[in-house]
């Protein structure tokens, strides 16, 4: 059973800064993708940044040049650089993850139980 496990959220001021983290644990053979989503209230849920095992990332357009997305593949473990925060960005954050967890399986999604960011202005 694979599980994924954030940390990092919290309360900050409007300009300020935060990290987040997602360790995946359990049976995987290959993490394709690691990624970021994220949903606020009375709203669906939506991408904030993806990184695959080769490094490539892609960003929605509110993230660009204030977030970062990294990942060490030795840890299973992705990470979110949130600068120059605003309210808008409060939401409840879940980390994703694209794995297969046998040699000849399929990929499946995982999520992780989010973890929630609060920007005051």
């Known amino acids: 059973q694979v599980r994924l496990v954030e940390s990092g959220g919290g309360l900050v001021q409007a300009g300020g800064s935060l990290r987040l983290s997602c360790t995946a644990s359990g049976i995987i053979v290959r993490s394709n993708a690691m990624g970021w989503y994220r949903q606020a209230p009375g709203k669906e849920r939506e991408l904030v940044a993806t990184?695959?095992?080769?490094?490539?990332?892609n960003y929605a357009d509110s993230a660009k040049g204030r977030f970062t997305i990294s990942r060490d593949n030795a840890k299973n473990t992705v990470y979110l650089q949130m600068n120059s925060l605003k309210p808008e960005d409060t939401a409840v954050y879940y980390c994703?993850?694209?794995?297969?967890?046998?040699?000849?399986?399929?990929?499946?999604?995982?999520w992780g139980q989010g973890t929630q960011v609060t920007v005051s202005s």
């Open positions: 990184i695959i095992t080769g490094g490539s990332t």
């Open positions: 994703h993850m694209v794995a297969t967890t046998s040699s000849t399986g399929p990929s499946f999604n995982f």
